[in-house]
């Protein structure tokens, strides 16, 4: 679906008979301890990358769903917390439950520009167990929190340590991933959204019915994962590496192979502790990085809806608090259905917008429903509602959509901590639409969100035309450089190696096609950009991903 320009600039062997074997570089490899190790020719065949991208996927993915899971979980407790008595038992009067509500969503927007900092200048495996004890502790506190202070006190502190996880999360897909490999992974992690909501549900259910003289059950559920999430956090140290130069779990031979698949990203293959200003000007002044930031706040100011109807279409269906629990389930299961299958197609076809536009259609469709059904209609309803879990899976194609066009570490965290910052602005913004003069229909607020809805799918589409405009600007000045106008990436290539010779790609004319002295001085370029973590503009090799 997308055109699939790739880099005539990597290093590729082709056999008359067979696909591609190698990939072959020469450069010098540093160890976990930074001195040099190999220098020479570095071939990766494709069974190498499978085995690494294998143990990549046992050893470090299961630790990002572990722990996103447990942030979609600590963070979902309040809103069950609040049908089991947590505002009777603190006391909670008028808005104070929905001041609760909210300081999780202003610490991650306040917390935003220290977020990019502290996202370049620790690395992943000292500051990840920061903040999942972080966050653990606070939720811990809320088990014993019994005012509106202590909440609002406990809850900002969750918020604030939570406001690092998906900026980092990015960060250490596209450190250890390929770009074509990316949006499943951040699927991966990223639909725990689903399983929080069913788990939360089922936690809330069960430690309900359990009679304890001092605890109410709620507590007991805030303190059993707060403790959870603070072992993880102690293990997480343990468990994780920085980056493929010093994955433990990989041999000396496999940690450079590993190095060498991923340079093809173009997007910088370590977490450098340097932080540039440069790149942060960069990320503030061009106009890509305020149409993410535009499609996060459109998006998460519409998902206030399932936060608003939810529990009046489920109040309609006269069950017990109880059943009324257990039917948000569903909710979490179309959630992570729509997750993993859009972000699977999206690398699939190798296109993520096309994708974003398809699940938007059925939240607007969804809206459409709820804004012109009577309330009668409590079956209609209540399928409008689920639809508009397919919501849930545009933030993961957004989050891999930046990664995959941001080059340079200090901007990637800042662009990724912006968008972090629009979802929290967009949740914090959302319940505003919808006041109590309104009720029981709701109507100008759904009319609003249908309008959000609507003005997301074009400002998507204004994505798409902007980044063809940037990669028909590189094209230009990778002419005026001297250098051929079309470029092969690899990046997204399904596997290692499934493009043809260097240069002889089919949509590389052939006057662009380049020689072996051309080839090397190529990879001497590419070498040199990886070293000096150029950002996306600054590389004129970079190739912008619809």
């Given at each position: 679906?997308?055109?699939?320009?790739?880099?005539?600039?990597?290093?590729?062997?082709?056999?008359?008979?067979?696909r591609?074997?190698?990939?072959?570089?020469?450069?010098?490899?540093?160890?976990?301890?930074?001195g040099?190790?190999?220098?020479?020719?570095?071939?990766?065949?494709?069974?190498?990358s499978?085995?690494?991208?294998?143990?990549?996927?046992?050893?470090?993915?299961?630790?990002?769903?572990?722990?996103?899971?447990?942030?979609?979980?600590?963070?979902?407790?309040?809103?069950?917390a609040?049908?089991?008595?947590?505002?009777?038992?603190?006391?909670?009067?008028?808005?104070?439950?929905?001041?609760?509500?909210?300081?999780?969503?202003?610490?991650?927007?306040?917390?935003?520009?220290?977020?990019?900092?502290?996202?370049?200048?620790?690395?992943?495996?000292?500051?990840m167990?920061?903040?999942?004890?972080?966050?653990?502790?606070?939720?811990?506190?809320?088990?014993?929190?019994?005012s509106?202070?202590?909440?609002?006190?406990?809850?900002?502190?969750?918020?604030?340590?939570?406001?690092?996880?998906?900026?980092?999360?990015?960060?250490?897909?596209s450190?250890?991933?390929r770009?074509?490999?990316?949006?499943?992974?951040?699927?991966?992690?990223?639909s725990?959204?689903?399983?929080?909501?069913?788990f939360?549900?089922?936690?809330?259910?069960?430690?309900?019915?359990?009679?304890h003289?001092?605890?109410?059950?709620y507590?007991?559920?805030?303190?059993?994962c707060?403790?959870?999430?603070?072992?993880t956090?102690?293990?997480?140290?343990w468990?994780?590496?920085?980056?493929a130069?010093?994955?433990?779990?990989?041999?000396?031979?496999?940690?450079?192979?590993?190095?060498?698949?991923?340079?093809?990203?173009?997007?910088?293959?370590?977490?450098t502790?340097?932080?540039k200003?440069?790149?942060?000007?960069e990320?503030?002044?061009e106009?890509k990085?305020?149409?993410?930031?535009?499609m996060?706040l459109l998006?998460n100011?519409?998902?206030?809806?399932?936060n608003?109807?939810?529990?009046?279409?489920?109040?309609?269906?006269?069950?017990?608090?109880?059943t009324l629990t257990?039917?948000n389930?569903p909710l979490g299961a179309?959630q992570?259905?729509?997750?993993?299958?859009?972000?699977?197609?999206?690398?699939?076809?190798?296109?993520?917008?096309?994708?974003?536009?398809?699940?938007?259609?059925?939240?607007?469709?969804?809206?459409a429903?709820?804004?012109?059904t009577?309330?009668?209609?409590?079956?209609?309803?209540?399928?409008?509602?689920?639809?508009?879990?397919?919501l849930?899976?545009?933030?993961?194609?957004?989050?891999?959509?930046?990664?995959?066009?941001?080059?340079?570490l200090?901007k990637?965290s800042?662009?990724?901590?912006?968008?972090?910052?629009?979802s929290?602005?967009?949740?914090?913004?959302?319940?505003?639409?919808?006041?109590?003069?309104?009720?029981p229909?709701?109507?100008q607020?759904?009319?609003?969100?249908?309008?959000?809805?609507?003005a997301?799918?074009?400002?998507?589409?204004?994505?798409?035309?902007n980044?063809m405009?940037?990669?028909?600007?590189?094209?230009?000045?990778?002419?005026?450089?001297?250098?051929?106008?079309?470029?092969?990436?690899?990046?997204?290539?399904?596997?290692?190696?499934?493009?043809?010779?260097?240069?002889?790609?089919?949509d590389?004319?052939?006057?662009?096609?380049?020689?072996?002295?051309?080839?090397?001085r190529?990879?001497?370029?590419?070498?040199?950009?990886v070293?000096?973590?150029?950002?996306?503009?600054?590389?004129?090799q970079?190739?912008?991903?619809?």
């Amino acid at each position: 679906m997308a055109a699939d320009h790739s880099d005539p600039y990597e290093d590729k062997i082709v056999d008359n008979d067979m696909r591609i074997e190698h990939i072959r570089n020469a450069g010098k490899i540093i160890d976990t301890n930074g001195g040099p190790v190999f220098t020479g020719d570095i071939e990766v065949t494709e069974a190498d990358s499978r085995r690494i991208v294998r143990q990549t996927d046992i050893f470090i993915l299961p630790l990002l769903i572990w722990v996103y899971f447990l942030q979609i979980l600590d963070k979902s407790l309040l809103g069950f917390a609040a049908s089991y008595g947590l505002k009777t038992y603190a006391h909670l009067q008028g808005n104070q439950y929905s001041i609760v509500g909210s300081m999780n969503a202003i610490a991650q927007l306040a917390w935003m520009p220290f977020s990019s900092y502290l996202l370049v200048r620790i690395t992943p495996r000292r500051l990840m167990p920061i903040v999942v004890i972080g966050w653990g502790a606070s939720l811990t506190g809320m088990a014993f929190s019994l005012s509106f202070s202590s909440l609002v006190a406990t809850r900002f502190l969750l918020g604030l340590f939570e406001a690092v996880c998906i900026p980092l999360f990015t960060i250490i897909t596209s450190i250890w991933y390929r770009r074509a490999e990316q949006p499943l992974r951040v699927a991966a992690w990223y639909s725990t959204n689903g399983f929080g909501t069913i788990f939360a549900a089922l936690l809330s259910w069960a430690f309900a019915h359990i009679q304890h003289g001092k605890l109410h059950g709620y507590q007991i559920t805030f303190l059993a994962c707060g403790l959870a999430t603070l072992v993880t956090g102690a293990l997480i140290h343990w468990r994780l590496d920085n980056n493929a130069s010093e994955a433990r779990f990989l041999s000396p031979e496999d940690r450079i192979k590993a190095t060498e698949r991923l340079r093809v990203n173009k997007t910088g293959l370590l977490a450098t502790d340097v932080f540039k200003w440069g790149q942060v000007f960069e990320a503030f002044l061009e106009l890509k990085m305020w149409l993410f930031f535009a499609m996060a706040l459109l998006l998460n100011v519409g998902a206030s809806v399932i936060n608003v109807f939810g529990p009046l279409i489920l109040d309609g269906l006269n069950f017990d608090q109880s059943t009324l629990t257990l039917l948000n389930m569903p909710l979490g299961a179309v959630q992570f259905i729509v997750i993993l299958a859009s972000s699977y197609a999206a690398q699939h076809y190798k296109i993520k917008s096309i994708f974003l536009l398809i699940i938007v259609i059925p939240v607007i469709v969804g809206m459409a429903l709820l804004y012109t059904t009577p309330e009668s209609s409590t079956g209609v309803r209540l399928f409008a509602y689920y639809f508009m879990a397919f919501l849930f899976g545009g933030n993961p194609l957004i989050v891999s959509w930046v990664a995959a066009n941001t080059g340079g570490l200090t901007k990637k965290s800042v662009t990724i901590s912006a968008y972090n910052a629009a979802s929290a602005a967009g949740n914090i913004i959302g319940p505003y639409l919808f006041t109590t003069a309104q009720a029981p229909r709701y109507i100008q607020g759904l009319r609003d969100c249908l309008g959000i809805f609507v003005a997301l799918f074009c400002v998507v589409i204004m994505q798409m035309a902007n980044i063809m405009v940037l990669n028909h600007r590189k094209r230009r000045q990778r002419v005026r450089n001297g250098k051929p106008e079309y470029v092969t990436d690899l990046s997204m290539a399904r596997e290692f190696h499934e493009v043809a010779e260097a240069g002889h790609a089919n949509d590389v004319p052939a006057s662009e096609r380049i020689g072996a002295d051309e080839l090397s001085r190529v990879r001497e370029e590419q070498e040199a950009a990886v070293q000096r973590d150029l950002t996306d503009q600054e590389n004129d090799q970079f190739v912008y991903l619809l």
